[in-house]
């Protein structure tokens, strides 16, 4: 299988109120997505995932500075010319984003949004734009596409607009979706539709996804593979179904013990302090401050990710830890 | 037992300004439950449920449009007057869902919790400065938060602070509108132990508004689910989510996220 | 999570660390201040000492900036006139900023009628054009100080009070307010210990600004013959006394108190937008 996407030694620092010099966001962060797979990044605040989304549609904030290596089938995105570039961003990825009113023009009618990217990059005519929007909203559940594409974006609900952001996203047939936190503002009920839908049209067209959420239970119920992230830096990484169930570092399994849950009342563990940001985290791990099993050598230095048939942990103890940690995250 | 919180027949309508001239939205129709002494009890929906505006309404932020509030066998008054206000104060507290807005950006944590208790308790500094000290040390915060202001905090320290505001007064209930849903999971697991420790130490009662249902297990004793401002099933939170009789009820359990999970398209409920 | 980091991000950019450009600005503020106050004990000459035989004199070693038609020193006039005219736009400032933020407070907390009355009122008074309401107030009233003062304050209540109606506003609908509430404060506290307070910086911002227009239009009066009468100093006087002699050449008068009406106007100006800019939650 060859790599959609292949993110390489990837750090950015930002500059930052209170600093003289720019400050890390990410650090060193390694992740690979194969065509047609779905990886699910999870994190809590400030762990630089929505910064990784940026950096792989090369849309970074002012001042932002770069180094490592991110590439599309192969190819450095950093060395794309402008149009290359532009149709890169347009044409291979679809990107949905969190906060779908944020997103839509307001003035502009449904139709207007859906059909703009793709007849402005002479990818399709506008009629025959037109006809897929509506194709493509009946395969999101909105039968009444003719109509609806003349609709303006707050005659809509959020989780029907959200379906609109997933259609503007697959107009120009995307070979990888870009989704962040795309179920945050939504009810649960409606995301759980929402998700179904997604998956759904995703393998059916055989489409790679990273898939950015702090949802460690949704992010493992669609996606093949999950990278737990945690100060700008990726501490775990492995498939879905084992991470959610068996976590190997001891971040993943204090956020799997300290969500409460659906089913039993039990005291729930905590892990003391806040979530830091990238440039917060010292030489050592990046977990070393809050992690209960840290020993003198977690916080002077940094472990690496150490692979282990198709899971890689970054943690120095994690081979010793295993069976501490199963019991914590099963409690 | 009587109840602690006794809330009939509550309805509130807002206008809107719709197509042809005003229209009426109506938030909450015709609302009934009781909330027990020391109990805890969650309000349970989604967006456009009401639950938000229940919370406001009991917390005195809003009047309704018709039913009664009563408390401890008296009914609330509007909170029009300052002398209501005041003695509501003393009886509910609110913690607000987003810890950014709801605290005075620029007014120091000591001055803050100072200012509540000289107004209902005045004279007497050297009582202020140890209750100060000592609501800080009941929520996880140190001395040295005494001068910080809410600017310098994370989210989490921010709720904490809310909590040990809403506590000062020893109010008899505490109404808290989606208190944890803005925190990171790690942080809000520390709010939700926080919160289950003070209610036994206190036995304070809670008004738990929350959207999430793992969440009120942790915390409630009882819980009221809600719907386009109806109300949908009520009863012991372990008797709603263990066998829920009515189907938006279910609906919900089936949509939470937790391992083996798989989203689907059946679990929403169409208006 | 993430949704909700949007309203801390307005406040990421206030650090700790000072403008220094405000720092500058307001430093040649206080040094303005500073010569209205020690102004007249730094004169050189009697502001008002005609000398018939020393008149109309260029700049020179006696009389750095020259002298008037009556033989004034031009400078001692200029350092005793700063005076007058500070204070006026002074005065009118703390009035207008005491009586706009107060209607603005009010009209935010209260809503509905109070608020659409006021605002309307406001509103007629902000659609006449606002030197021709002082002239007509100035010359209703008379001669004199305190005149312009009462009727510059009457045409700046309306730009106060607008702005800072529309701040007081936001901040009334965060949820603090409601928090405050909730602890069972009084309108009074809410809105004088906790509203005013952060809309603190759009006030300042507001008030400088409109230090700028005051001082041009309190010397504005004068200069039309309201107001402050010969032969006391005032800059917007002097300018006007000027005119005769820039026909003969001589522009010393009308350059030099029109140049200090200018520097201080634009100094005031750019540190109210600075402010507004930079520490404005606009």
Redesign the interface.
């Given at each position: 299988m060859t790599n959609a996407i292949e993110i390489e030694n990837l750090r950015i620092d930002l500059p930052r109120s209170g600093f003289r010099k720019r400050v890390p966001v990410i650090n060193d962060l390694n992740l690979c997505i194969e065509e047609g797979e779905a990886v699910g990044l999870v994190g809590?605040?400030g762990s630089g995932k929505s910064m990784t989304t940026r950096a792989i549609m090369h849309l970074l904030p002012d001042g932002a500075q770069r180094s490592g290596s991110v590439r599309y089938r192969g190819q450095e995105i950093a060395d794309f010319d402008r149009r290359t570039l532009a149709l890169y961003r347009s044409r291979d990825l679809g990107v949905i984003f969190q906060d779908p009113r944020a997103h839509i023009n307001p003035l502009w009618t449904i139709g207007d949004f859906l059909v703009e990217a793709v007849v402005a990059n002479r990818q399709m005519l506008r009629a025959e734009a037109t006809d897929r929007a509506i194709a493509l909203l009946a395969q999101v559940?909105i039968s009444n596409g003719s109509q609806r594409i003349q609709q303006y974006p707050h005659q809509l609900s959020?989780?029907l607009l959200q379906r609109v952001m997933i259609v503007s996203a697959l107009m120009p047939s995307p070979a990888f979706i870009l989704a962040d936190e795309i179920s945050t503002a939504l009810?649960?009920?409606?995301?759980?539709?929402?998700?179904?839908?997604l998956?759904e049209l995703r393998q059916s067209n055989r489409l790679g996804m990273l898939f950015i959420t702090?949802?460690l239970?949704?992010a493992?119920?669609?996606t093949d593979r999950l990278a737990i992230m945690y100060a700008g830096s990726i501490v775990e990484v492995g498939p879905s179904h084992e991470i959610?169930?068996a976590p190997k570092h001891p971040y993943t399994a204090?956020?799997m013990a300290?969500?409460?849950?659906?089913?039993e009342?039990r005291?729930?563990?905590?892990?003391?302090g806040?979530?830091i940001s990238a440039f917060e985290a010292g030489n050592g791990c990046v977990f070393a401050s809050?992690c209960s099993f840290a020993a003198a050598r977690c916080s002077v230095e940094r472990p690496l990710a150490r692979q282990e048939k198709d899971r890689s942990v970054a943690c120095h103890f994690a081979a010793d830890l295993a069976p501490a940690i199963s019991v914590a995250a099963s409690q | 037992m009587t109840g602690l919180l006794e809330v009939r027949n509550l309805r509130k309508a807002f206008q809107v300004k719709g197509a042809d001239g005003l229209e009426e939205l109506v938030a909450l129709e015709d609302l009934s439950f009781d909330l027990a002494r020391g109990s805890s009890l969650a309000v349970v929906g989604?967006?456009g449920s009401g639950k938000t505006t229940l919370a406001?309404i009991i917390?005195?932020?809003q009047p309704a449009t018709s039913g009664s509030v009563t408390f401890d066998g008296k009914p609330l008054a509007p909170?029009r007057r300052?002398v209501d206000?005041?003695?509501?104060?003393?009886e509910?507290?609110?913690v607000?869902?987003?810890?950014?807005?709801?605290?005075?950006?620029?007014?120091r944590l000591g001055s803050s919790l100072e200012?509540?208790l000289n107004?209902?308790y005045p004279g007497d500094r050297a009582w202020r400065r140890r209750r100060v000290d000592e609501l800080l040390e009941q929520v996880g915060l140190s001395q040295e938060f005494r001068e910080r202001t809410p600017?310098s905090l994370?989210?989490?320290?921010r709720q904490r602070f809310?909590i040990a505001?809403a506590i000062a007064?020893e109010p008899r209930l505490i109404v808290l509108d989606e208190c944890v849903s803005?925190?990171?999971?790690?942080?809000?697991?520390?709010v939700?132990?926080l919160l289950?420790d003070l209610r036994q130490a206190l036995g304070i009662s809670y008004l738990f508004v929350s959207?999430d249902?793992?969440?009120v297990?942790?915390v409630c004793d009882q819980c009221l689910v809600m719907q386009f401002g109806k109300l949908v099933e009520m009863g012991p939170t372990q008797l709603v989510?263990?066998a829920p009789q009515e189907p938006y009820t279910k609906?919900?359990?089936?949509?939470?996220?937790?391992?083996g999970?798989?989203?689907?398209?059946?679990?929403?409920?169409h208006q | 999570?993430t949704?909700?980091?949007s309203?801390?991000d307005r406040?990421a950019p206030?650090s700790g660390s000072a403008d220094p450009l405000v720092l500058l600005l307001a430093a040649i503020c206080l040094t303005i201040f500073l010569i209205a106050i020690v102004g007249p004990y730094l004169a050189p000459y009697s502001p008002e000492d005609a000398d018939i035989l020393s008149a109309g004199l260029g700049p020179s070693g006696a009389h750095w900036l020259g002298t008037d038609a009556l033989g004034r020193d031009i400078l001692s006039r200029l350092l005793v006139g700063a005076r007058l005219s500070i204070a006026g736009a002074s005065l009118i400032v703390a009035l207008s900023t005491l009586f706009g933020v107060s209607i603005a407070l009010a009209c935010a907390w209260r809503g509905g009628i109070l608020d659409s009355i006021m605002m309307s009122a406001l509103n007629i008074v902000f659609a006449i054009p606002g030197l021709l309401i002082a002239v007509i107030l100035s010359a209703l009233m008379g001669a004199g100080f305190w005149p312009p003062v009462i009727a510059l304050t009457v045409v700046y209540v309306p730009f106060i009070a607008r702005v800072i109606r529309s701040a007081a506003l936001r901040e009334r609908r965060?949820?603090?307010v409601?928090?405050?509430?909730?602890?069972?404060?009084?309108?009074w506290?809410i809105n004088l210990?906790?509203i005013a307070?952060?809309i603190g910086s759009i006030i300042l911002a507001q008030a400088t600004i409109t230090f700028g227009a005051a001082l041009m239009d309190f010397g504005a009066i004068s200069f039309l013959g309201l107001g402050i009468q010969p032969p006391q100093a005032e800059w917007g006087l002097m300018v006007a006394e000027g005119r005769s002699e820039l026909l003969e050449g001589s522009y010393q008068l009308s350059m030099s108190a029109g140049l200090m009406i200018i520097i201080t106007v634009i100094v005031f100006n750019v540190l109210g937008e600075r402010i507004s800019d930079r520490y404005g939650r606009a």
């Open positions: 809590e605040s559940g959020g989780g009810d649960v009920t409606v995301q759980s539709e929402v998700m179904a839908i998956s702090h949802d239970d949704l493992a119920a669609v959610s169930t204090a956020l300290s969500r409460p849950s659906l089913t009342v005291r729930l563990q905590t892990v003391p806040r979530p809050r | 989604e967006s406001r917390a005195g932020l909170p300052l206000r005041i003695a509501r104060a003393r509910i507290q609110m607000f869902q987003d810890p950014f807005g709801s605290l005075d950006p620029i007014q200012e509540i107004l209902h600017r994370s989210g989490g320290q809310a505001k007064l803005a925190l990171d999971v790690s942080v809000q697991a520390q939700l132990n289950s959207h249902l793992a969440v297990r942790q989510l263990n609906s919900l359990l089936a949509a939470v996220p937790r391992p999970w798989r989203p689907s398209k059946r679990t929403q409920v | 999570m949704a909700f980091i309203p801390a406040q206030r965060r949820a603090y409601d928090a405050c509430q909730i602890a069972g404060f009084s309108s506290r210990r906790h307070p952060n």
